[in-house]
């Protein structure tokens, strides 16, 4: 695997005492997480732990429930901004109503408009990056120059300039001792650890020579063209359906399933070659983005991973990752089979009816106590190299050739423009029919 894990020794610029303090005080305050810096909970009556919310939909909104649900009574949110004031508003009506107590955001710091993250940026000490990927680096880059610790919702960039900028300010966060969690929430999954942990201590499967993963359903959400709207104020809205926002659904949803073949075989792709294209979702208001990849990922030793993406109604839908070894065949999260079909192995079969946590909810655990104890904590290098795998994906099925990860994370095309504002004009332009050109494999260039 591409290994940008850092030396987190010697790197960690502490803060000043007084605030490392704060942050202490306010966090051990909580019950959710059994933090061992107790001795700092005298100062927690007085202290609070800011969250700022950069994009307030769905996901968004979700990550600031999850970040005020770890018992830490002193988190608070502080600060809210998103592009579009309804967004912003339902949200804080859903999370005010739901954390009364926690919910500290008055309209003077409620911020909207393209410009919003700066504002909350100004006054927080944890950041949730939710907005559209393609923004993702640059807010990144603005939140750890900030010196604020960071969630960030996947993938991280839509393309490999937006990558390469996600793993230079990485290291910058290793350096000011800033912490980094990202939503690749089968990190955080016992069933998804458990499998890891039968295939690389008790070899299981033995050495894994192929697998397939899958992310196939029946596609997302699509927003009316309203009266009077900008291109730009529609693309932003119907963000999912176009690439220098999205980066199409193979990097937005299949990333997940990208990701566990990385991380369980241990590796990036070497190259990727496939197929895709617009079958059944041709309308113009599916923007520009395909309805279907197949992607064969070639990994280091020959190990191939078939991959399949699809946004069509009325097909089979499955989201899930098995992986073929030598002595075995592992369906992630759920059992293993042997060669002959007999079972091997099941995740937790003696206790059916134990729950696991929610993945979701852990990630911000984690994310805290990292930051109370000072526990080194970046998933950005990782998150990249998945998000930059399934760029390559998209790259593969786009372009109709093989691509070599190197010629990908190299490439100089940037769909996403430095900076944005309401006088931007999308990069993705409409014909005169309303509709948007589609990649042609054979034709289309890629890197």
Known sequence: ????????????????????????????????????????AHAASESQVKIGLIGSGGRGSGAASQALSTGNKNMVLWAMGDAHKDRLDGAYSNLSNKFPDSVKVPDERKFVGLDAYEK??????????????????????????????????????????????VIEVAKIADQKGLKVV?????????SYLESLKQVKENDLIGDIVGGQVYWNSTGVWVKDRLPGQTELQYQLLNWYYFN??????????????????????????????????????TDKK????????????????????????RHQAGCKNEVREELVGTKGILYVG???????????????????????????????????????????????????????ASVLGRMATYGGKEVKWDA????????????????????????????????????TVVV
Not at 182 to 190: A, I, S
Not at 244 to 273: K, R, T
Not at 292 to 307: A, C, L, M, Q
Request: hydrophobic letters at 35%; glycine letters at 8%; one cysteine or more.
């Open 1 to 40: 695997m591409t290994t940008h894990e850092p030396n987190h020794h010697g790197l960690y610029v502490p803060q000043t005492p007084s605030r490392r303090d704060f942050l202490r005080g306010g966090i051990a305050a909580g019950t959710g997480l059994a933090f061992s810096a107790a001795t700092h």
């Open 120 to 165: 909350v940026l100004a006054d927080c000490d944890i950041v949730i990056l939710a907005t559209p990927p393609g923004f993702r680096p640059y807010h990144f880059e603005a939140a750890i120059n900030a010196g604020k610790h960071v969630f960030m919702e996947k993938p991280v960039a839509v393309d490999a300039p937006g990558v390469r900028k």
């Open 182 to 190: 990202c939503g690749l929430q089968r990190h955080y999954q016992n």
């Open 244 to 281: 220098w926002l999205c980066g199409d659904h193979i990097a937005e949803q299949h990333i997940h399933n990208i990701d566990v073949a990385n991380w369980f075989i241990g590796a990036n792709p070497i190259s990727a070659q496939g197929m895709g294209g617009r079958q059944v979702r």
């Open 286 to 309: 599916f923007g520009e983005i395909f309805d279907h990849h197949y992607v064969e990922f070639t990994y280091p030793n020959g190990v191939r991973i078939n991959s399949q993406c």
């Open 334 to 388: 759920s059992h293993a089979v042997d060669h002959k079909g007999k079972t091997i192995w099941r995740y937790r079969s003696e206790a059916p009816d134990r729950k696991d946590p929610d993945p979701y909810q852990v990630e911000h655990n984690v994310l805290q106590d990292a930051i109370l104890n000072n526990k080194p904590k970046n998933d950005a290098y990782y998150t990249a190299d998945s998000t930059m």
């Open 408 to 443: 990908a994370i190299n490439s100089k095309i940037q769909l996403m423009p430095a900076k944005v504002t309401w006088e931007t004009e999308p990069p993705s332009k409409p014909k005169e029919d309303g509709s948007y050109e589609i990649a042609v494999p054979g034709v």
